[in-house]
């Protein structure tokens, strides 16, 4: 395949620094998801650890390279998992960390964030304004700041769910792929290509925030000024030329979906596989439930990313989807 920036022997090595607890996550065959759906589908089960989410497969990466340096202190800006992850790695490390969010973020990653003991800093306006700042704390501080997706670590930390599943899992014809700012898609797509070069890579992305998924159709960074969608894991609009360039190289198709599928796919994953996720986690579920002619009698894998919920808004989604 062409060169990413990733390398799968630095991906394999990656799994001797990550705290065992976030790896060989769950993967299995849902077969209670698959009358609905017309497809075999297998959930690759990423909540199931501390902090909820994917994120601290780099996360640990990068803390495990600060805690050997001079400098011990880091900033991010995160609309909530990334700053979870980041605070509980640094805290395993005795590193400084500060995380960057919006005020409007979700309520249950902030306090979480708090709770793992890094500084919290909030910003009025969404994720690109957090990033602004968090980029303006780092110059002033002399500090390492972690750039979701940019940082090869973040990439290459998530690729590691990628070896999981190509080694435990049976033949499979696709993976869907929440789409946000491509540390997940590229990472993962990148082991995908590498080691089942036959099986599609599809990227998957709310129709209310698709800068990524514009700019990989049009091969070039394309901005939107606006995101609006209830998936805030994925709701960048400033997409990262360099994550554009190894997205272009490891991505199949790249597809933008409503928000009612969203919640229709949250929904399935509640009364059919017992699983309580962010709305970002069931991207994948959505895409089949808008094209399920592309997916009939394939076998699917989608990755459930996150489950770090508001639980009133996760009730009015959910509910609302019964009517």
Known sequence: ??????????????????????????????EALEPGLGCAVSIK??????????KARGTELVASRLADSAS????????????????????????DVTVVASRFATRVKLDRIRALGAKLELVDGDHEAARERAAAIARYDRIRLVEDSLDIETCEGAA?????????????????????????????GHVVKALVPGAEVICVQPLGA?????????????????????????????????????LLLVADDAVLVREESIVAGMRLLLNHAGLVVEPS???????????????????????????NVDVDAYHRWVSAARR
């Open 72 to 95: 011990r202190a880091v900033v991010c800006a995160s609309a909530g998992n990334l700053g979870q992850a980041l605070a509980w790695s640094g805290r395993r490390r005795g590193l």
């Open 160 to 188: 590691t769910i990628g070896l999981e599943l190509v080694d435990t899992a049976p033949s499979f014809d696709a993976v869907l792929i929440a789409l946000g700012g491509g540390a997940l898609a590229t990472g993962v």
């Open 210 to 246: 698709p800068a990524l998924t514009l700019s990989w159709r049009q091969r070039r960074v394309v901005t939107t000024d606006s995101a609006d969608t209830i998936a805030d894991g994925v709701a960048g609009r400033h997409p990262i030329p360099a994550v554009l360039d190894d």
């Open 45 to 54: 089960l990423e909540t199931a650890n501390p902090i909820r989410s994917f």
């Open 1 to 30: 395949m062409p060169e990413t920036r990733l390398d799968t022997a630095r991906i394999r090595a990656a799994r001797r620094v990550i705290d065992p607890v976030f790896l060989d996550t769950p993967l299995y065959r849902c």
């Open 281 to 307: 986690a069931a991207l994948g579920i959505a895409a089949i439930l808008e094209d399920p002619d592309r997916f009939a009698g394939r076998h699917v894998v989608t990755i459930v990313c996150g489950s």
